[in-house]
């Protein structure tokens, strides 16, 4: 059994039920990290609708809070399902502009201080590297 995430017609991931679901439930829980609607309807028949707009935005808060974010953990929690994203967005024909722009200042509102300092914002490569290793596993 499998679901598919598609927008009208257009097919962005076809993964397993259980998969599917999963996913669903993570971007429900990593919403409230950005407080952007995530543009997924609720589950249908077989289906998750996906209002693009409202996904592709979605997308693009997640990435640019993953990128300003000095907590490596709260980046850790956002990055599969922002990877995952970029590449529904970009199936779609879209682009996730806050990957290719330049860095944003630091969010304040979780910081990470190490002993030496403030931990690192987060790579935009590594979310580019993580989607396009991902992508294949997306059957669609």
Do not use: C, K
């Given at each position: 059994?499998?679901?598919y995430?598609?927008?009208?017609?257009?097919?962005l991931?076809n993964?397993?039920?259980?998969?599917?679901r999963?996913f669903?439930?993570?971007?429900?829980?990593?919403?409230?990290?950005?407080?952007?609607?995530?543009?997924?309807?609720?589950?249908?028949?077989?289906?998750?609708e996906?209002?693009?707009?409202?996904?592709?935005?979605?997308v693009?808060?997640?990435?640019?809070?993953?990128?300003?974010?000095?907590?490596?953990?709260?980046?850790?929690?956002?990055?599969?399902?922002?990877?995952l994203?970029i590449?529904?967005?970009?199936?779609?024909g879209?682009?996730?502009?806050?990957?290719?722009?330049?860095?944003?200042p630091?969010d304040?509102?979780d910081?990470?201080?190490?002993?030496?300092?403030?931990?690192?914002?987060?790579?935009?490569?590594?979310?580019r590297?993580?989607?396009?290793?991902?992508?294949?596993?997306?059957?669609?």
């Amino acid at each position: 059994m499998s679901q598919y995430f598609q927008a009208g017609r257009t097919v962005l991931w076809n993964p397993a039920t259980g998969v599917a679901r999963l996913f669903a439930r993570n971007v429900e829980a990593v919403a409230g990290a950005v407080e952007v609607p995530t543009g997924i309807g609720p589950e249908g028949n077989d289906d998750y609708e996906i209002d693009l707009v409202a996904f592709t935005a979605f997308v693009d808060a997640l990435v640019r809070r993953y990128r300003t974010s000095t907590h490596r953990i709260l980046r850790a929690l956002i990055e599969d399902v922002a990877a995952l994203g970029i590449v529904m967005v970009e199936r779609a024909g879209g682009t996730v502009e806050a990957l290719t722009e330049a860095a944003s200042p630091m969010d304040t509102r979780d910081v990470a201080v190490l002993p030496s300092g403030f931990g690192a914002t987060g790579d935009a490569a590594r979310l580019r590297a993580l989607a396009d290793e991902l992508a294949p596993y997306m059957p669609e």
